[in-house]
């Protein structure tokens, strides 16, 4: 039987304290790398240079389907993945999907990684 993984809260923007602060414990390294683990998708990281660039400051999911030549199911697929890091919020308005990047977390991590 498959091991179950996991459930870990990783919507919040900040994760834990910078990895050269020092050892960093257990659950603190599961935050981390499942936020990473989001991000090491091409099409994933696709998606977020699209939405940290946009104009709006928001696409459709349609548009970033578009953009990336990909269907909108597996474009929702990868937005659920970053919506569930906390790297993405959305909302719907009428028969859209709205998404943005959530700075804050997006930010923290950089932190996370590179404190200067």
Known sequence: MPKALPVVDIAAPACCAPLAAGPMNDDDALRLSLRLKALADPARVKIMSLLLN???????????????????????????????????????????????????????????????
Do not use: I
Not at 67 to 94: C, F, I, M, P, Y
């Open 54 to 116: 946009s104009l709006a400051g928001e696409q459709k999911t349609g548009e970033l389907a578009s953009a990336l030549k990909l269907s909108e199911s597996t474009v929702s697929h990868h937005l659920g993945q970053l919506r569930k890091a906390g790297l993405v919020d959305s909302d719907r308005r009428g028969m859209s999907v709205y998404h943005r990047p959530h700075r804050d977390a997006m930010a923290a991590l950089c932190v996370v990684l590179d404190p200067n």
